[in-house]
C-alpha cells in the first residue's frame, strides 16, 4: 500500500509543480537566484508588491530542490504516508519514531529521531519545518499535505479493496 501511495503521490505532485511553476521563496527574496531555465520566473521578475523587499545573497537553511514550489512535494509524500498507517492502524494515532540526518553527528549517521504520536503532529511539523528551512511558502505546505492525504484516500479506496471468499 505504501509504495503505490507514495508513487502516485510524486506522480500527482509533480504534475503540479510543473502545471503552476510557482517560484521558490530564494527566487521570490533574491532576484539575483533566478535563472533563464524556463520553469520559473525570470531574470529580473518583480512581485509588484510594495510590503515585501528583495534581499540580495539571502538563502535557505537548506539547499533548495531543483523543481517548481507549489505544492510541496515533501508534504504530499510525507502526509500520503501518514495516511497509509493511519487507514491500516484504523487510528490518527500513529506512534512512529522519523530518522534522519543530525548534522553535529557523522557523515551519513541517522542519528536524528523525531517521534510522532498522531498524524496530525507529523503534517504540521512537515509543513513548519519546509517553511523554516525557507523551501516553502505556508500555503504550498498546506496544499502539499492536503494532496498527498488526498491521492492516499483515493488509492486505498479504489485499489485495496477487501477480497469475498
Known amino acids: 500500500m505504501l509504495n503505490v501511495v507514495l508513487a502516485d503521490t510524486q506522480i500527482s505532485v509533480m504534475y503540479a509543480t510543473y502545471h503552476y511553476l510557482f517560484w521558490r521563496p530564494v527566487s521570490a527574496i533574491d532576484p539575483s537566484s533566478v535563472s533563464a531555465d524556463g520553469y520559473g520566473p525570470v531574470p529580473g521578475v518583480d512581485d509588484g508588491s510594495s510590503a515585501t523587499v528583495e534581499q540580495a545573497g539571502w538563502r535557505p537553511l537548506v539547499v533548495t530542490p531543483n523543481h517548481p514550489e507549489y505544492p510541496a512535494a515533501y508534504g504530499t509524500v510525507t502526509s500520503g504516508l501518514a495516511e497509509v498507517l493511519t487507514r491500516f492502524l484504523g487510528t490518527s494515532r500513529i506512534n512512529i519514531t522519523v530518522h534522519g540526518f543530525d548534522a553535529g553527528g557523522a557523515p551519513g549517521n541517522f542519528d536524528a529521531a523525531r517521534h510522532f504520536l498522531w498524524a496530525s503532529d507529523h503534517r504540521r511539523e512537515i509543513i513548519n519545518a519546509r517553511l523554516w528551512g525557507g523551501l516553502h511558502y505556508h500555503f504550498s505546505g498546506v496544499a502539499g499535505v ?19 471468499d
Open 146 to 164: 492536503t494532496e498527498g492525504r488526498s491521492v492516499a484516500r483515493y488509492d486505498l479506496s479504489h485499489a485495496f479493496q477487501p477480497i469475498d
